[in-house]
């Protein structure tokens, strides 16, 4: 946790706007390093408490989840589903060290929701570090749905297919043989098949020539679409420009 954490710190110490932010932000990481009973016990007074900071919250739903407080565990599904993406990282950390069992029914539920597939990315991938029973189902429909002509969302379908070959589930073979036909999936798809004992006539080369020669039409799509604002995640939404075809 202790990486984590100092990453989790210095981002916010960016966000404090007062002198009073600074005391309070002082305060939590004084809690944070102590440890005691006690101090969780206020850890967890400031996830209900009223008009707290955003970080504030982030900081004591971190702390306690990686400590396996359950308490955590609304905050943390909160920032896991939300708009900023360091924020879901941060949260889906915690929450694989939490050990809550709502934890994979949570994670499914956003990876699988198709309104909230901008922010997919970490709920998959925190489905795979679960390997519970609801990871593979999760994965394989999500990655289902994202099996479509110039879908935006490639980074949480390569994410679906890099953790169905680490989960090594056949049940997956299906939808990672139907990913080999996409450029930017191909090279990630035959190794996940490979690990469950299935062969494609796919190398990594092909597959990055195809990506690479994508990614040039990209570019110059891009280029001209200049001035256009990005999606819900940069370069994973409307507006990003990046699909699993071209």
Not at 122 to 137: D, G
Request: glycine share 10%.
């Amino acid at each position: 946790m202790e990486e984590e954490f100092h990453e989790l710190t210095d981002r916010v110490r960016a966000e404090l706007r007062s002198p009073q932010d600074l005391v309070a932000y002082e305060r939590l990481l004084g809690l944070a390093r102590k440890n005691t009973p006690a101090g969780r016990e206020e850890l967890a007074q400031m996830l209900v408490a009223v008009e707290r900071p955003l970080w504030a919250r982030e900081i004591a739903a971190f702390v306690l989840g990686c400590a396996g407080d359950k308490r955590a565990f609304e905050t943390l599904v909160l920032l896991l589903n939300y708009r900023d993406p360091v924020r879901c990282a941060t949260a889906a950390h915690a929450l694989g060290r939490l050990g809550d069992p709502r934890t994979a029914r949570a994670a499914a539920a956003l990876a699988t929701n198709p309104l909230r597939t901008a922010y997919a990315l970490h709920p998959v991938r925190l489905l795979a570090e679960l390997r519970a029973p609801q990871s593979v189902p999760a994965l394989i429909a999500t990655l289902e749905r994202l099996l479509t002509p110039h879908n935006p969302y490639w980074r949480v379908a390569l994410a679906c297919v890099e953790g169905l070959g680490a989960l090594g589930d056949r049940r997956a073979v299906p939808a990672l043989t139907a990913a080999v036909a996409h450029p930017r999936l191909a090279a990630a798809a035959a190794a996940s098949l490979a690990r469950l004992g299935v062969h494609e006539d796919v190398t990594a080369a092909d597959g990055a020539a195809a990506a690479d020669g994508q990614d040039d039409g990209e570019d110059a799509r891009a280029a001209r679409g200049a001035g256009r604002g990005p999606g819900p995640e940069r370069g994973e939404g409307p507006g990003g420009g990046h699909g699993l075809s071209g």
